[in-house]
């Protein structure tokens, strides 16, 4: 519940009067000019634009900054220092059903780095990038193409828009064999809270050249305490790129029955684990198949309510989609691939179950279409049809992990179903196989524009944190308006380490306080 | 408490003004500019509204002002895109492109 105010304002920073944001919007109007420190409606309402199940005036910001250069992020920072004004940065800010563009909390300002959007680096032979946070997916691919240079992106489904530098830095994942993608970071440049410039790495070493080839430096190797944190603002990310194979044979699994879950990861899992298959493969069941080759609920249902297991079998039937879909990829020379076709087909063939689909098979239907993109780093936006499944716009990302065993992801689905169903929601989900760990994704798909369904989708997620907490579970990431929740579920001394380090590095707690409940 | 609701309606209001405006001084200073909205529009836009995921919006029928309040706000699942997304000239220059696509019957006005 959020107290209007009389402001100018849409909203001002916790603690801070209107005149002292009077000054130090005129601070920062000096620093990054007038025309680059936004606070109209019409500027700052784009920013608020979120997916989750609360009211959206709890994540407006009383301003909105666009920096050019890393030295007016140190400048934004000394100001915030002086006001005790909270700044919530953002990339690229299409963290879609984890809190978009919005700050954490009311009043907040957001810094939005998308501005800064230079590639500043790409090595052929070394197959590294250096990129500012502004860079999109979709920039770095074009890049690449006009340039004709035989690299591959990973990088997670809404790519055109989204930017490796946000996602690594919130641990996001996508689906190629560099779709580990904090895995893949080497070299973080981070404006610390006091405006000192700290490079990770081998990045403080004058005259260094091995920046974006060596992770470690020397002593601590501190890149990991910059992820979904707010111990600094990172304003250039360097990563690694795979080499374009000389084949890609994408290809698709499908299974029956709901209860082939188990059996597809302990199938999977010894290929995964021995790069037989390389890349983070992909699980996906029915109703997630279903939305992304444009299927809507109400093609089926005007009635409110779980969707009953026969409609879904009547889509399957429909759609031609199995329970659970499985997508990977080989990449390689001919001869590689050849030998590891073999022992994929074999595998399948000795399990008795599954059906295989080549891309000579499926030509250039969705899904299959956009799942090959994404495995071999080609943009699109297909995936946003998801979102169509109930439609009015509400996401809530539940994500899980769990281990890549067959017990462990039948309980989840199992327990995650019976939760969403009982609270008239569907079960939308995948998983995403790491080397040993699964990524359980499920999208809390609500229509946002109807507030009774806004409560139960909160309610809904509220339980889903609980029941799975219970079990030995928790997610990997979160929207913003459960960071607090969530940080708790991974216990109170990783919190009070949290909270020493942000007291140490961050004294007036001014950058992103609440990011994953971490404060001072 | 805020209702988002006024928030929006101000907003929305605003932004037609903005357009008011800046479509004349568009118009008098780059009548052609079609070029590169349909740049973006087959960059990124066309990505969902081409492909069945948004509905179309070629041949609609639709005021300019429609294609940029609902850009900049957003709309449902649709993003909003913000200033540092695409520039005040970029997206009228894609409002008129869209603007200016031949009618399609089959295409009701309603975005």
């Known amino acids: 519940m959020v107290t209007m105010m009389n402001s100018k304002y849409q909203a001002l920073p916790k603690g801070v009067s209107e005149a002292q944001f009077d000054e130090a919007i005129g601070q920062f109007a000096a620093a990054l000019g007038a025309d680059q420190v936004l606070t109209s409606a019409e500027h700052l309402t784009p920013y608020t634009k979120i997916m989750m199940a609360v009211d959206t005036a709890e994540h407006t910001p009383s301003a909105v900054l666009l920096a050019t250069s890393v030295e007016q992020v140190q400048a934004v ?61 979709q920039q770095l691919y074009d890049y690449l193409e006009e340039n004709k240079l035989p690299l591959m992106l990973s990088f997670s489904a809404p790519s055109a828009i989204a930017g490796p530098l946000g996602n690594t830095m919130d641990r996001g994942v996508g689906y190629t064999p560099y779709g580990e993608h904090f895995l893949m970071q080497c070299g973080m440049e981070v404006v610390l809270a006091n405006g000192d410039v700290y490079r990770t790495g081998m990045g403080g070493v004058k005259g260094d050249k091995a920046w974006q080839v060596f992770k470690w430096g020397f002593g601590p190797t501190l890149d990991g305490m910059f992820t979904q944190s707010n111990y600094g603002i990172c304003t250039k990310m360097g990563f690694w790129l795979m080499p374009k194979p000389p084949v890609f044979k994408p290809f698709e699994i499908k299974f029956d029955n709901d209860d082939d879950i188990g059996d597809i990861v302990e199938l999977l899992r010894p290929l995964r684990i021995a790069q037989i298959i390389p890349n983070a493969v992909v699980i996906a069941g029915t109703l997630w198949e279903a939305s992304t080759c444009n299927t809507r609920r109400s093609d089926y249902l005007t009635t409110p309510g779980a969707t009953p297991d026969s409609v879904i079998q009547q889509i399957r039937k429909d759609k031609n989609l199995g329970a659970w879909n499985v997508y990977a990829a080989l990449y390689g020379t001919p001869e590689q691939v050849e030998v590891n076709w073999k022992i994929v087909t074999d595998t399948i063939k000795r399990a008795g179950k599954g059906k295989i689909v080549t891309q000579e098979e499926a030509g250039d239907t969705q899904p299959f279409k956009y799942r090959a993109q994404l495995m071999s780093g080609v943009p699109n936006l297909q ?61 809390v798909l609500y229509d946002r524009s109807n507030p009774e369904e806004m409560k139960v989708a909160h309610a809904c997620f509220s339980e889903l944190l609980d029941e799975f907490e219970k079990q030995g579970y928790a997610v990997y990431r979160v929207n913003t308006a459960f960071q607090e929740r969530v940080a708790n579920s991974y216990g109170p001394v990783k919190r009070k380490l949290e909270q020493t380090l942000k007291r140490a590095l961050d004294p007036n707690g001014i950058l992103a306080p609440g990011k994953s409940g971490i404060r001072i | 408490m805020l209702k988002p609701t006024t928030t929006r309606a101000v907003a929305l209001a605003t932004l037609a003004l903005l357009w008011i405006g ?15 909205g349909q740049q973006y529009f087959d960059k990124v836009c066309a990505k969902c509204h081409e492909t069945g995921v948004g509905p179309v919006l070629k041949g609609r029928d639709l005021p300019e002002a429609t294609y ?43 975005p």
């Open chain 1, 77 to 137: 920072v000394r100001i915030c220092n002086a006001y005790k004004i909270p700044v919530w940065p953002i990339s690229t800010g299409r963290n879609f059903g984890y809190g978009s563009a919005a700050p954490v909390e009311r009043g907040q300002i957001v810094l939005d780095l998308k501005k800064m959007n230079k590639i500043l680096h790409v090595d052929t032979e070394l197959c590294t990038a250096l990129v500012e946070p502004g860079v999109t997916y």
């Open chain 1, 383 to 443: 995936e946003f049809g998801l979102y169509n499944w109930r439609g009015g716009g509400g996401s809530m990302w539940f994500a899980p992990v769990s281990q890549a065993r067959g017990s462990e992801c039948g309980k989840q689905v199992q327990l995650a179903k019976s939760i969403l169903n009982k609270h008239g929601l569907d079960y939308v989900g995948e998983f995403i196989v790491g080397w040993r760990d699964m990524h359980h994704v499920i999208d």
């Open chain 2, 68 to 110: 940029i309040i609902i850009a900049r706000l957003g709309r449902n699942a649709m993003p909003a895109f913000r200033i540092t997304d695409i520039d005040d000239d970029t997206l009228v220059a894609v409002a008129r492109y869209l603007a200016g696509t031949p009618k399609n019957p089959d295409q009701g006005a309603t």
């Open chain 2, 22 to 36: 800046h479509t004349t001084t568009a118009v008098a200073q780059e009548p052609a500019n079609v070029g590169k």
